[in-house]
């Protein structure tokens, strides 16, 4: 029998919206085979790989698809309200939206250490999935957003491949993953055929602890707070860019330093700015942002960001810094 897992030599790259088109079809075929009058059940994250396994299996199998939205409070303005009006709005998605904002940062209250909040966001997602799954009846299927890179990745031992790994075994779901076969450039193209929204089919890449990891050092709600609202005005004014970068966003470390405010010393975070181009994220080089959009965006962070008085640019390649600061 052929590995399911390898893409065929004579595949086709998607690059079209006819060869999307023909790839949806095959695919909405293949679903309806796989899953007959079976239940999937999907961790709906906002991002795009997920979105457009979602677009596709409500395409196949419309209500046999139930979507589960996890809001963890790490995601980017916007994001959840974004996930709820397209899929639940306009496709009509059976969704169920889960607001584990309290949850999460109450667990992560006063951890520092990047792994060790990876570590409790990853278990704690994995546990509201589990519990939202136990409430479900006649669940027999797991969509995934696996994608191939995925796959080639961790058959190299680089990384484990799930993307909805450790869910307990007793659940005993068949895997569900229609896009495991394209490459990222692939499932964009797909997604706009599905008619995803741009800003959700072209999304930066975004980690998988969201803010988590934007928000350097112990979370506090005011300090994610800042990061959200800045990453927002960044991601606004560099998006007006003639060539967008790859990844553009703010980090806030947890430094206070000494600003004036109202005449007062007035103790504030410094927001980080980060910009970036790269072809595989191996090595990244830091993009030149116009001196007067960072004024621009410099101003707009004092006003409207509460608790940070400084804004500065990291012009950090990778190698030695990586992309994201934690």
């Not at 999937?40 to 199998?61: E, H, N, P, Q, Y």
């Not at 990844?247 to 600003?259: L, N």
Request: hydrophobic fraction near 40%; aromatic fraction near 6%.
């Amino acid at each position: 029998m052929e590995n399911s897992n390898k893409r065929p030599e004579t595949m086709e790259r998607i690059t079209t919206p006819e060869l999307a088109q023909a790839f949806i079809e095959e695919q909405v075929k293949a679903v309806q085979e796989q899953v007959g009058d079976g239940k999937v059940l999907l961790a709906l994250s906002g991002g795009v790989d997920s979105s457009v396994v979602a677009a596709l299996l409500i395409k196949a199998i419309g209500k046999q698809l139930v979507c589960v939205h996890v809001n963890h409070g790490l995601l980017r303005k916007g994001e959840p309200e974004q996930v709820i009006s397209v899929f639940k709005d306009e496709l009509g998605a059976d969704l169920v939206y889960v607001d584990a904002v309290d949850r999460f940062l109450d667990k992560l209250a006063g951890v520092s250490d990047p792994e060790e909040k990876r570590k409790i966001i990853g278990n704690e997602f994995i546990d509201v999935f589990a519990e939202e799954a136990g409430k479900l009846e006649g669940i027999g299927f797991l969509g995934q957003g696996t994608i191939y890179p995925d796959i080639l990745e961790s058959e190299k031992g680089i990384k484990a491949h799930h993307n909805v790994g450790g869910l307990p075994e007793e659940l005993n779901f068949e895997l569900v993953e229609p896009v495991k076969l394209l490459y990222k450039d692939e499932v964009r193209v797909v997604g706009k055929a599905l008619g995803l929204p741009d800003n959700m089919v072209y999304r930066q890449p975004f980690p998988g602890p969201g803010l988590g990891v934007r928000c350097v050092g112990a979370i506090t709600r005011d300090r994610l707070e800042a990061v959200r609202e800045a990453d927002a005005i960044v991601r606004e004014e560099i998006g007006k860019m003639e060539q967008v970068p790859w990844q553009y966003f703010v980090a806030i470390p947890d430094i206070k330093s000494t600003g004036i405010k109202d005449d007062k010393r007035y103790m504030g975070w410094a927001a980080v700015i980060r910009a970036i181009n790269t072809v595989d994220a191996v090595t990244a080089e830091s993009v030149e942002i116009p001196w007067e959009m960072l004024k621009t965006i410099r101003d707009r962070i004092i006003a409207e960001v509460p608790g940070v008085n400084r804004v500065l640019w990291d012009i950090s390649d990778k190698p030695t810094s990586t992309i994201e600061w934690e």
